[in-house]
Structure formats: C-alpha cells, structure tokens
C-alpha cells in the first residue's frame, strides 16, 4: 500500500504526511510524491516514490541531512524512488523530507513531507555473564575501535550507482523470521548498545547466501562479530553478516544475488552458533527484514 503526499513548489505551505495522504495534490511539474507507510518508526525503513507526467532526470533528497539517493527502474521513466533509513536511535519526532531535481527537458521540481518518527518498542535483557564479557582489556578494546571506525568508513562512502536487482532474500535457506533487533542488553549491570541486527540461529555450516547482488566491501575477522562480511549494494546500502564459521568470498568480489558468501559460525563475542544480519542505509541501521518486506510486491 502506498500514502500519496503533496509535491510542494516553494511558495506552498507544508503538510504533515497523514494530511498528505488524505489531500493529494501536484507539486512543481506536475509530480506527486508518495510513501510506503504514513509514519514510521526507529529502526524502520521507507520507501519514497515520485512520480511524473514527464520523463524524469536526476533527483536528490535529504532527509534530516542524511542524503536520500534516487534510482530509475528500467522501463520507468517517469517514476524514481529512494529509501529512507530511520535509525535506530534516531529521536522520536517529525523530520522534513526535502527532494529536488527536473525532468529531462529541464523543468524544476521540487517536493517536501513531514515524516514523523515514533519510538521503536525493543526488548531489554539482563544478564549475569563472566567479566570478560563486559571488561574487554585495553588491547581489545583499542582494537574494537579501529574496527569500528573502519566500518564507519566504509558506511560512509556510497556508491552512486545501485548494484543490485530486484527483491531481497533472507540470507539463510527455509527461514522467514529473525529476533533481537533493537534488543538492549544489561551486561552484569552494565547497559549496552542497542542490537543492531536480526539474529538468525542455525547450525554450524550453514550455508550463508548474499540478501541480493553487491560488492564485498569487507571480509575479514573482527573483535565483537568474528568472521564478518559486508556487502555493497550501491546508493548507501550496505548487508552485514557476522559471526560466520568460514567467509567464502574476498573484498573486491561481484556477488550474485543468493551466492554463497561463509558458512554460520560461532566467531567472535558470542556463545552459540548463529547468524547476525544487518543493514545499513546511509549510514543508519534498519532492520534488515523490513527491506526483504519492501520489495515483496
């Protein structure tokens, strides 16, 4: 299902996205802007989707001064769509989607949405586990922050063509469902950060498949996620999958949507075989299951 919201020229005022969907009108050129959902939430994922009477060119969208990259589907050229990613802990609120371009003969458009945030409902765990859990000593942790300033590196840099095609797939075979997104936990009285993946357990050697087609961007060992591997899917998106008994693949490779990337382990700072599967849009972490749901239909 899809909530239309008003395409806004300058001089018009600015609706919130529920009134949006009731009021449906043009904004400049002609065009409308419409959203998979009327609100979201953190950890959650939009798709934006804007349409035109004329063939469209390059659109752009900030969203809360996270960029919004477009693509055009073959075939289609007058719609462009783009995901937006609310993070996982991105406050509660209403944000302001901006979005700008022209169609291919030159005419301006320029489009404009509140999308409201609500706060995600993530379960708390507490738990008494052996020190070395909690109190990682100062080598590791100094190696823990290298490696998650290079993730963030690598996060940061988005590739401006889309890499992959079609529908997103679980990585795993047989399974539809995940858990512990968003989970925080309370280590020996210690609160933690927030899970920033879908869990999957599963037995050791399970197959582990490429959620669609992208780049390896990474796949080495690393402290918290044990044999890891990210995937490049272009615009800003990335897949992460952690704690895999053997990786498969190396950085620089193409992989096929479904191709086998590692086998599911127990590597890294865990205490059972399982895979953590996670997502990334432009830097915010999304539950990776809602964009398997996007593209259903």
């Not at 969203?63 to 477009?70: A, C, H, K, L």
């Not at 490779?253 to 997502?279: C, F, I, N, S």
Request: hydrophobic fraction near 40%; proline fraction near 5%; include cysteine.
């Amino acid at each position: 299902m899809w909530f239309a919201a008003v395409c806004l020229g300058p001089s018009l005022g600015l609706l919130p996205v529920g009134a949006m969907a009731k009021e449906a009108g043009n904004c400049t050129a002609g065009a409308t802007l419409r959203l998979s959902a009327p609100v979201s939430s953190q950890g959650s994922l939009l798709l934006v989707e804007v349409k035109s009477p004329k063939p469209l060119a390059e659109l752009k969208g900030d969203w809360g001064g996270r960029s919004v990259p477009f693509w055009q589907d073959a075939g289609r050229e007058r719609v462009q769509r783009g995901l937006v990613g609310v993070d996982l802990e991105k406050a509660a609120g209403t944000y302001d989607l901006k979005v700008t371009g022209q169609t291919a003969s030159g005419e301006k458009i320029s489009c404009r949405a509140m999308v409201a945030v609500r706060k995600g409902r993530f379960a708390t765990e507490s738990l008494h586990v052996e020190n070395e859990f909690v109190e990682p000593n100062p080598e590791q942790i100094k190696r823990a922050d290298e490696e998650r300033q290079r993730l963030r590196e690598i996060f940061d840099r988005a590739t401006p063509e889309r890499l992959w095609n079609g529908k997103f797939r679980v990585p795993l075979d047989g399974v539809s469902t995940g858990g512990n997104f968003g989970k925080r936990r309370i280590l020996n009285g210690k609160p933690g950060s927030p899970h920033g993946g879908v869990d999957f357990p599963a037995i050791t050697g399970t197959p582990v498949h490429a959620a669609q087609r992208g780049r390896v961007a990474l796949a080495e060992e690393l402290f918290f996620s044990g044999n890891t591997v990210v995937l490049d899917h272009g615009l800003g998106i990335y897949t992460f999958y952690g704690h895999l008994s053997e990786i498969d693949v190396k950085v620089g490779d193409d992989l096929e949507a479904g191709a086998v990337l590692g086998k599911v382990g127990a590597t890294g700072r865990v205490t059972g075989p399982h895979l953590h599967w996670g997502l990334t849009v432009e830097r915010a972490r999304v539950n990776p299951l809602q964009i398997v749901r996007l593209f259903e239909n």
